[in-house]
């Protein structure tokens, strides 16, 4: 009898795991039946979809993962992949998600730092916007409408058509054009023009509920919103419009490399004094790393200080010899280009043909594929004790492969409000850190070591950079700041990462998300979150 009980309860417990897979499997199926009946020609709706069982499935999803930490196989997997490749297609996408309680992750192009845009601890669907990508100029009018899943190397081939144009857009030309601008967008030209988001003068934008909405409809707030707020959190950009901005037939970029033993420790004492007063025209950084040293084979730092310049060698040189004179500038250091050719040379293409712009897959110039990335802010020029305790690190085991980058503020910087986007780092910033740990497919069983590190050089500069909040750049999204949880996402939580991304913006943020996306459809672990 005992036997023949424990029998019919194994079997029970059998029937309800089966029922329980069942159950789960039928919101995908659902989704996929209610993407055919919602979709104005299921014909065109079917070959935008790509399920697990389709074999093309991991290409569509591999083909712009940016950083493979994010692809292994225990990486969660979206259920279903849609590329769009019209409007009704988003439409569908969204009803039908909603219905079936599955979430919507946005991708552009993958640069997400941590994967937000392809990965999820929940049941979803990846909306990837690789067939919405057409670039439209218009030279009479300095603009361009430019849809979202455009990269920027895209964006700048078209333009760079009618020569002296650009974007103010960012250094990496697979970079996509949707994230770039929901996150702010930082560039080459940012101290000249301003970042992405505010070279925006108008966008096409898909709400939770289905509506299409520009500019005069969606109203000054969300448009606000989405030029920095960060995205995945209010709905879908479609498409922006650009303002394009000038630059000369001529540029000029220059690197100029210092170890330690050459005097690099009070080259970038000097740097930090003076590169956010440098004209508007200039873009100065410089990148550390470790090297071996020439003299005796032991590690020592590299620090590279280069440039673009809006200009011609003859232009910048009497600049760098009288602001800069220690760095000792020469014409050799220096290359005149067009603004199009200096995009090849920023990503290590110089002898490339410009078609090269054009490849979505390329991968960023900096590091390896597998990587931790995290941003600082600064205020008053770190102390040279300081510097030589950052460099000790730079020269760790796990430090092999990092880079560290200040990038400097100053230009039109200094003169557009904290207010004027979501993108708040304006003011009072003499530079930006990139922290840039990488290590290649052979060592990721020790991912952890080099993500530790990242994180102990992180907690040794807190005293040297902004503090309450201690800011950080939303398109360097870093889960090490804070996290919303997977269910529901209180405003307090949402504070601790928030404000250090938005600052005081992101009260507003929250009043956008509340009035736009109530329910909080649209989210991730660092999406806005609603007032409830």
């Known amino acids: 009898m005992k036997s023949l009980q424990l029998s019919m309860l194994l079997l029970s417990l059998v029937l309800a795991a089966l029922l329980s897979f069942s159950m789960g499997a039928l919101p995908h199926e659902d989704f996929l039946q209610c993407l055919s009946l919602r979709s104005n020609d299921s014909s065109t709706i079917s070959s935008v979809i790509y399920t697990r069982n389709n074999p093309s499935y991991s290409t569509v999803l591999e083909s712009t993962i940016r950083n493979l930490r994010f692809n292994s196989t225990n990486t969660p997997k979206p259920l279903v992949i849609v590329t769009p490749s019209r409007t009704s297609h988003f439409q569908a996408t969204i009803y039908c998600s909603r219905k079936h309680g599955l979430q919507i992750r946005t991708r552009s192009s993958g640069h997400?730092?941590?994967?937000?845009?392809?990965?999820?601890?929940?049941?979803?669907?990846?909306?990837?916007?690789?067939?919405?990508?057409?670039?439209?100029?218009?030279?009479?009018?300095?603009?361009?409408?430019?849809?979202?899943?455009?990269?920027?190397?895209?964006?700048?081939?078209?333009?760079?058509e009618k020569r002296t144009l650009s974007f103010a857009g960012g250094v990496f030309h697979s970079i996509g054009v949707g994230g770039f601008i929901s996150g702010g967008g930082f560039g080459l030209l940012f101290r000249k023009y301003g970042t992405?988001?505010?070279?925006?003068?108008?966008?096409?934008?898909?709400?939770?509920?289905?509506?299409?909405?520009?500019?005069?409809?969606?109203?000054?707030?969300?448009?606000?919103?989405?030029?920095?707020?960060?995205?995945?959190?209010?709905?879908?950009?479609?498409?922006?419009?650009?303002?394009?901005?000038p630059v000369p037939a001529t540029v000029t970029v220059f690197s100029v490399s210092r170890t330690l033993e050459q005097n690099a420790t009070q080259l970038i004492l000097r740097w930090q004094e003076i590169a956010h007063q440098l004209p508007d025209k200039m873009n100065p950084d410089v990148s550390m790393f470790s090297v071996n040293s020439t003299q005796d084979g032991r590690k020592t730092i590299l620090a590279s200080f280069s440039s673009l310049f809006l200009g011609t060698i003859d232009e910048l040189l009497p600049i760098m010899?009288?602001?800069?004179?220690?760095?000792?500038?020469?014409?050799?250091?220096?290359?005149?280009?067009?603004?199009?050719?200096?995009?090849?040379?920023?990503?290590?293409?110089?002898?490339?043909?410009?078609?090269?712009?054009?490849?979505?897959?390329?991968?960023?110039?900096?590091?390896?594929?597998?990587?931790?990335?995290?941003?600082?802010?600064?205020?008053?020029?770190?102390?040279?004790?300081?510097?030589?305790?950052?460099?000790?690190?730079?020269?760790?085991?796990?430090?092999?492969?990092?880079?560290?980058?200040?990038?400097?503020?100053?230009?039109?910087?200094?003169?557009?409000?904290?207010?004027?986007?979501?993108?708040?780092?304006?003011?009072?910033?003499?530079?930006?850190?990139?922290?840039?740990?990488?290590?290649?497919?052979?060592?990721?069983?020790?991912?952890?070591?080099?993500?530790?590190?990242?994180?102990?050089?992180?907690?040794?500069?807190?005293?040297?950079?902004?503090?309450?909040?201690?800011?950080?750049?939303?398109?360097y999204r870093d889960l090490d700041i804070g996290s919303n949880n997977v269910g529901?996402?209180?405003?307090?939580?949402?504070?601790?990462?928030?404000?250090?991304?938005?600052k005081n913006n992101f009260d507003r943020l929250v009043q956008v998300k509340t009035k736009i996306d109530p329910e909080n459809f649209f989210k991730h672990e660092q999406s806005i979150p609603p007032l409830h």
């Open 196 to 245: 992405g988001g505010d070279n925006v003068i108008d966008a096409q934008f898909i709400d939770v509920n289905g509506r299409i909405l520009d500019r005069k409809s969606m109203g000054e707030d969300l448009f606000w919103a989405i030029r920095g707020g960060g995205g995945g959190s209010f709905g879908i950009v479609l498409a922006w419009k650009l303002k394009l901005v």
């Open 112 to 160: 997400d730092y941590e994967g937000l845009s392809y990965v999820a601890k929940v049941p979803f669907v990846v909306v990837d916007l690789v067939n919405f990508r057409s670039v439209d100029v218009d030279v009479e009018n300095r603009v361009a409408w430019v849809q979202a899943g455009a990269i920027l190397g895209e964006v700048y081939y078209r333009i760079a």
């Open 321 to 475: 010899q009288q602001r800069f004179p220690e760095l000792g500038l020469s014409r050799q250091d220096c290359s005149e280009m067009s603004w199009i050719e200096s995009i090849l040379y920023f990503n290590q293409l110089q002898n490339q043909p410009l078609e090269i712009l054009l490849n979505r897959t390329f991968r960023n110039p900096v590091g390896g594929q597998y990587y931790k990335i995290k941003s600082d802010y600064v205020k008053e020029p770190i102390s040279e004790t300081a510097l030589n305790g950052l460099f000790s690190r730079l020269s760790d085991e796990e430090a092999s492969s990092a880079i560290i980058i200040f990038m400097a503020y100053g230009g039109i910087m200094d003169r557009i409000p904290e207010d004027a986007t979501p993108f708040p780092h304006r003011a009072g910033n003499l530079y930006k850190i990139y922290y840039n740990v990488n290590w290649q497919e052979q060592d990721n069983v020790n991912s952890q070591k080099y993500i530790d590190w990242s994180r102990r050089v992180y907690n040794y500069m807190t005293p040297f950079v902004s503090k309450s909040p201690r800011e950080a750049y939303a398109n």
């Open 488 to 502: 529901i996402t209180s405003y307090t939580e949402a504070s601790v990462w928030g404000r250090k991304y938005f």
